[in-house]
């Protein structure tokens, strides 16, 4: 298969692209894209999101075990959160 018909059968499949936070008992607060959720489990209801292994995201859902996530609604939402930046400095640790 040629490198074109590929990265066109590749894009056919659906993803989600989802917001996932964390904040530890000192407020410090991770924030990550992910974009492999999936259902495990009705009962009890379980599910896996997968985090890099090397991200801040990853070390604070270690620490509380605990975290959120949510799919935004439209391309305007994605945008919102990522501008501007400044907003964010000094409360996320990057990885």
Same mark, same amino acid.
């Given at each position: 298969? =040629?490198?074109?018909? *590929?990265?066109?059968?590749l894009r056919m499949i659906?993803?989600?692209l989802y917001i996932l936070t964390a904040k530890t008992g000192d407020d410090r607060v991770a924030a990550s894209t992910v974009n492999w959720v999936t259902q495990t489990s009705f009962d009890p209801p379980l599910i896996v999101v $997968? $985090?890099?292994v =090397?991200?801040?995201?990853? =070390?604070?859902?270690?620490?509380?075990g605990a975290y959120m996530f949510f799919k935004p609604l439209? *391309?305007?939402s994605y945008s919102e959160l990522v501008k501007p930046l400044h907003r964010?400095?000094?409360?996320?640790r990057h990885s």
């Open positions: 298969m =040629d490198a074109g018909m *590929k990265k066109t059968a659906p993803y989600g $997968v $985090v890099k =090397d991200s801040s995201a990853h =070390d604070t859902i270690n620490e509380t439209g *391309k305007e964010f400095l000094g409360r996320l």
